[in-house]
């Protein structure tokens, strides 16, 4: 057996921020021969061929065309990006004459006291002026360069009865002594090799150094920064490279920005899902319906982790809808439509899970709290079809240190691999036939 706890572990350490996912994605798919495509270009496409697409370097999407008829689509979903601190322009401030800072914003919802007292460092991307172009570039100054540290209980012997943390004055992280003023760039230019002078934009986040280890008395337990979402990334990949139905357009989709709600050009609310299906349409000679007569017969999985109940506060989770790390793939539901899963999704999708010998798990949220929202209801504002939320149990959602099952990434591994193998035929009137691929 693979052991997809440790690929995984390697995968994420590569991975540091939504671009270098992004790029570390589209070199695994180069190496299997996938071409590469641009948006402001035509595409010339043909059956049996593989192919992805970039937008903003931080979302991507890969499609395999079936050699057969094409009747339906197989989607699957996740994110890249993960809850952090984005560095601000004009980032110095000199504490005391003594301390260089550098300043900073909250990126999506987090939990701030697991960040303090780590080894912190910063990647991402800078545009600069390249030989008359304005040219994307990653950065990943890959060691140990700042921390935030805490104040001392001495000096606050109230913090362990609870704390409002202020992002302006309580998370900045200290970067040197004095002497590091204004050196910042200079480090980002020098690692990204450019001249400073020409660096005209960046999109810099900090990260967080901790590797992922596995623990627990049988090694069940899993750690590592950015589960949410990229052990779902990473286990929708291997089931997508596993290939496909003869019937079905195979795509695998990674959005950007779904922790500060995937309201841009590259998250899951725009059109990057619609554009990407409607070029493939028009490229393969298809008319608009035979593209909705897809789509009716289309299937999308949305996968982004799950609340596994806590130990120390079951009375959090729903009483009889709360799921295990290790337990099986788990399925969300939600009345107000915060996850997309209904009983035709649910359904299908446990079936595909029945076939793959994966066990499932449901999550409602505890009626009296608010839970957050994904990707698969956005999604299908623009891409209407059936889809279902689903995610991996796991604790410490939104800490940059986060714990999941180590058999679990293998049980989505196992049923994406099936789900991709699937036509999801619909024989009309909420009725539906799952059609295998031959062996």
């Not at 700042?146 to 609870?162: C, E, Q, Y």
């Not at 943390?165 to 970067?175: H, I, R, V």
């Not at 922790?259 to 990057?272: F, L, N, P, W, Y």
């Not at 289309?298 to 996968?303: E, N, P, Q």
Request: hydrophobic share 40%.
């Amino acid at each position: 057996m693979r052991d997809y706890s440790k690929e995984l572990i390697e995968f994420i350490q590569k991975s540091p921020s939504c671009y270098h996912v992004v790029e570390n994605i589209a070199q695994t798919l180069c190496r299997q021969g996938f071409q590469e495509l641009s948006e402001g270009e035509r595409w010339q496409l043909s059956k049996g061929g593989s192919y992805f697409v970039r937008r903003n370097l931080s979302t991507i999407l890969a499609f395999r065309i079936p050699e057969g008829e094409v009747r339906g689509f197989q989607i699957a979903a996740s994110h890249s990006d993960s809850p952090t601190f984005k560095i601000k322009e004009n980032m110095d401030i000199v504490a005391d004459g003594s301390y260089t800072e550098l300043n900073v914003e909250k990126y999506g919802g987090m939990l701030c006291a697991p960040w303090f007292d780590r080894p912190l460092s910063v990647a991402g991307k800078i545009v600069v002026r390249e030989n008359g172009q304005m040219v994307s570039k990653l950065v990943h100054v890959d060691r140990d360069l700042m921390m935030i540290p805490n104040l001392a209980i001495h000096m606050n012997r109230a913090v362990n009865d609870g704390y409002h943390y202020s992002a302006q004055k309580d998370m900045l992280p200290l970067l040197g002594d004095e002497t590091a003023k204004g050196k910042f760039m200079d480090l980002i230019a020098q690692t990204a090799g450019v001249r400073r002078e020409d660096i005209l934009g960046t999109d810099l986040f900090l990260y967080c150094r901790s590797q992922g280890v596995i623990w627990g008395l049988n090694g069940e337990y899993l750690s590592s920064p950015k589960l949410d979402d990229l052990q779902c990334t990473f286990a929708n990949l291997q089931g997508f490279l596993s290939g496909g139905h003869p019937n079905t357009i195979s795509v695998y989709a990674v959005f950007d920005n779904e922790e500060v709600g995937s309201g841009t050009k590259q998250g899951a609310a725009s059109t990057v899902l619609l554009d990407t299906l409607q070029r493939i349409n028009e490229a393969l000679g298809r008319t608009h319906e035979e593209y909705l007569m897809a789509l009716a017969s289309g299937f999308m999985v949305s996968a982004d982790n799950a609340h596994a109940v806590h130990p120390n506060h079951i009375d959090a989770a729903d009483p009889t809808n709360h799921p295990h790390m290790n337990q099986g793939i788990v399925l969300k539901f939600s009345a107000n439509q915060k996850y997309c899963t209904d009983s035709v999704s649910a359904a299908l999708f446990r079936e595909i899970c029945a076939r793959a010998g994966v066990p499932t798990q449901a999550f409602h949220n505890h009626s009296d709290i608010l839970g957050g929202s994904t990707l698969g209801n956005l999604s299908n504002a623009q891409v209407s079809l059936n889809m279902v939320d689903i995610g991996l149990a796991q604790l410490a959602m939104h800490s940059p240190y986060e714990t999941a099952g180590t058999k679990d990434t293998e049980y989505l591994v196992r049923a994406m691999t099936e789900f991709y193998h699937t036509f999801v035929e619909d024989a009309g009137q909420g009725s539906y036939i799952l059609h295998a691929a031959p062996q």
